[in-house]
């Protein structure tokens, strides 16, 4: 059993990869809900619905979020109706999020409610909410703290910010079923996600940090030189006093990880380092990215 942490579309690519080797039983994924949100009615949760999708063979792996060939209807009514939207959500995915809703008003954990909707799409692959509890990433700015989703999707990552804070201020309990895909893992991967959105609420969570202590850890980084591969992890690294860059990531993950992976193209010296082809571009970069890593085993 390998286990993934997830966030993003990084590691979601080095799955896509995985699934070319492994079995789907064999894979575990605890996947980031700090960028959850209750948005026109439903509830997204966006990492997990990307890594669900995926397994499902139904992701929109151009934009690696959403359903692939979705239809848009209901957003272009409601775009007309609500002005102020600012997420282009298709028909397909949204009908995911309206039961998501309806399941969690209702008392439904949900670890439950994800088990249930993988379920539903012939998902064998273990994905699990890293926890039943809301732990939601804002930032600081001029004007006030806003949501991560409305920081990224609606100024795409341009307003200044001075800080990422997360609500509530106390640390989420990771649920008995992610203490429990840690322990049973050979290796635990984290992927190349958003070190600070993406993988620092996993980290967060009450328990992973010790259980992580007792596995061999492989990660990989998402930056080659100063830039992340996609997405605003530059910006979210310096306002959290770290370089940006691989030599930030290893900081930030400390003595988590036993193995350290970075491009081979990175200009970042980070010592002891396993250099690798990390730019997934076709889904066999990602196969032999994660070939490559089994034999660190």
Known sequence: MITFLSGGTGTPKLLEGAR?????????VIVNTGEDIWYQGGHISPDVDTVMYLFAGLLNTDTWWGVRGDSFLTHEVLSTLLPDAYMSIGDRDRAVHIARAEWLKNGMTLTRVTQHLCSHFGVTATILPMSDSPYTTYVRTAKGDIH?????????GSTEISAVIHVPDEQPPATPEVTLAIRKADVVIIGPSNPVTSILPILSCTGVREELAQKKVIAISPFIGDGPVSGPAAQLMKTMEYPADSTGVRAL????????IQDERDTAQVPGAVRLDTLMKTPAIAEHLMREILTRL
């Open 20 to 28: 070319n080797i492994l079995p789907d039983s064999e894979i575990s």
């Open 148 to 156: 991560f989703q409305e920081y990224w999707v609606r100024y795409r």
């Open 253 to 260: 993950y400390a003595d988590l990880v036993d193995v350290f």
